[in-house]
Nanobody, 127 residues
Framework: QVQLVESGGGLVQAGHSLRLSCVVS????????MGWFRQAPGKQREFVAA????????HFARPVRDRFAISRDNAKNTVFLQMNNLQLDDTGVYYC????????????????????WGQGTQVTVSS
């Protein structure tokens, strides 16, 4: 059974950086898209970034496009989210998600395309 475990969250001052990691158990990690989503207090979960199965194609939400980077190490079944110049609005619970039902498909930002989710890791940005 595939499981996703995020790590790397924490409390950070505005302008600083964090790197989140998500380790995925199971086989075939290198065949499906991986995404990051976040949920701020009192708000709906929203898309942040996604990587295609090979890592060659990525997609970002507009608010983070110039500050965040997504990468993956298929040999280690791990996807990363590098977050730079963090802002107060970046505060929230960050979830990684796997699009396991869509093997070798294009990168996607739709929650409906992600079938498995991690438990989330808290990111808090202070002023």
């Amino acid at each position: 059974q595939v499981q996703l475990v995020e790590s790397g969250g924490g409390l950070v001052q505005a302008g600083h950086s964090l790197r989140l990691s998500c380790v995925v158990s199971g086989d075939a990690f290198d065949t499906y898209c991986m995404g990051w989503f976040r949920q701020a207090p009192g708000k709906q979960r929203e898309f942040v970034a996604a990587s295609s199965w090979s890592g060659a194609s990525t997609h970002f939400a507009r608010p983070v496009r110039d500050r965040f980077a997504i990468s993956r190490d298929n040999a280690k079944n791990t996807v990363f989210l590098q977050m730079n110049n963090l802002q107060l609005d970046d505060t929230g619970v960050y979830y990684c998600a796997a699009s396991t039902d869509r093997k070798y498909k294009a990168v996607t930002n739709s929650e409906d395309d992600y079938s498995l989710w991690g438990q989330g890791t808290q990111v808090t940005v202070s002023s």
